[in-house]
T-cell receptor, first 114, second 111 residues
């Protein structure tokens, strides 16, 4: 079974802090994604990565950056957290083979910025 | 504009009844997927239907796709209290690529 883990289930930070959200997968998938989920807005893609050291902006990258130094780990960084970044953050993975399109999600990190 | 919009936003039914959720989208797609999310958890993939397919079954799930109307429906038959969750459709416009999710339907199955 694919396992996608996220470093924290719940996180509380203060405005202006630098925040790191970690995602680790054990299935050697090339693609990894970061989403945020807000009521009434569904899931929105922040950043994704097709391979190590590769990253591409999603639909709402402002205020975020990412790092993919190793294939199994994809980090989301909030350079200076703001209250409007309070949200549920979901990481997902996807193998490169085109016949297999389903994404595998981690359990999510609920971030509160005070 | 939102690609992938579900309706209804919320649905409450009794155990044993069927639940139908609909999804509409705006642009052409490669495939459409349905995911389920239990409260406060990550999403779990349920079923994928490709653009050249019209209907697909998996256990108690039945998915239809009408590309002319740009719409899909998810039917859960003989619902159970454990089916209570949020259900999302997601469209994949290019093969093996990023997905665009709808806002979800919150299904409550009352025992």
């Amino acid at each position: 079974d694919v396992k996608v883990t996220q470093s924290s289930r719940y996180l509380v930070k203060r405005t202006g802090e630098k925040v790191f959200l970690e995602c680790v997968q054990d299935m050697d998938h090339e693609n990894m994604f970061w989403y945020r989920q807000d009521p009434g807005l569904g899931l929105r893609l922040i950043y994704f990565s097709y391979d190590v050291k590769m990253k591409e902006k999603g639909d709402i990258p402002e205020g975020y950056s990412v790092s993919r130094e190793k294939k199994e780990r994809f980090s989301l960084i909030l350079e200076s957290a703001s209250t409007n970044q309070t949200s549920m953050y979901l990481c997902a993975t996807l193998p490169r083979e085109e016949a297999y399109n389903e994404q595998f999600f981690g359990p999510g990190t609920r971030l509160t910025v005070l | 504009s939102q690609q992938g919009e579900e309706d209804p936003q919320a649905l409450s039914i009794q155990e044993g009844e069927n639940a139908t959720m609909n999804c509409s989208y705006k642009t052409s797609i490669n495939n459409l997927q349905w995911y389920r999310q239990n409260s406060g958890r990550g999403l779990v993939h349920l079923i994928l239907i490709r653009s050249n397919e019209r209907e697909k079954h998996s256990g108690r799930l039945r998915v239809t796709l009408d590309t002319s109307k740009k719409s899909s429906s998810l039917l859960i038959t003989a619902s159970r209290a454990a089916d209570t969750a949020s259900y999302f459709c997601a469209t994949d416009r290019t093969s093996g690529s990023r997905l665009t999710f709808g806002e979800g339907t919150q299904l409550t199955v009352n025992p």
